[in-house]
């Protein structure tokens, strides 16, 4: 049984913590039998029918698997959702997941678009807080409507990475950032400066988490 495609669950963390349980990297961290009925839990989870992939997955039984594995032996979770609007957006956001992977620090990945999937994304972000999530990114270019669409159905801190996607050179996504009206607030770092969100959404993190803290103290 392994995690589907998209669901970012395998960072440098969870490899070294699975390493330490003695078992191959990837499988699932559960006594073995189907007798065990945490075993029979997730298995039911497996065998129930996914939801059609919206971007590159939506949230399924993979979501849940990680919180049941990771609360019952104590393993670090993922506090940190990314959220591009498409596919290109991937290799501009570059930086930060570089950065993110370099520190060993757990984050989601996901790709939905405020304009052409807004129910879902509207849906996913709603459910970050109850998955454990505390700081979502958002990288955005043109009228960057993304970052804005996830603050307004969240209280998570939302921090956005405008991106240059067209012939302004993202001052029209620099622009659409920092004048959110009042009430729906979204950070703003600088164009095309994904590691500053990551820094950012760090230093929020390390307000509550050691971990945090300890990752912040690596960049020197």
Known sequence: MRPEKGDHIGSPLQRRAEARQGL???????PGGLENPLREHIVGLENRQAKPAVGLESPTWTDNWQLITRNCYNLPMARIAIVIGSESDRERMKAGLELLEKLGVEYEIRVLSAHRNPDELGEYAAGLSDRGFEVVIAG?????ALP???AARTNLPVIGVPLDAGTLGGLDALLSLVQMPRG????????????????????????KHDWAAEALGKLG
Request: glycine share 8%; aromatic share 0%; charged share 5%.
């Open 24 to 30: 191959p990297t990837n499988e699932p961290l559960v």
């Open 140 to 144: 955005a270019g043109l009228s960057a």
């Open 148 to 150: 804005g669409t996830i």
């Open 184 to 207: 729906v607030p979204v950070a703003c770092v600088g164009i095309n400066n994904p590691a500053n969100a990551v820094i950012l959404a760090l230093r929020i993190l390390a307000l």
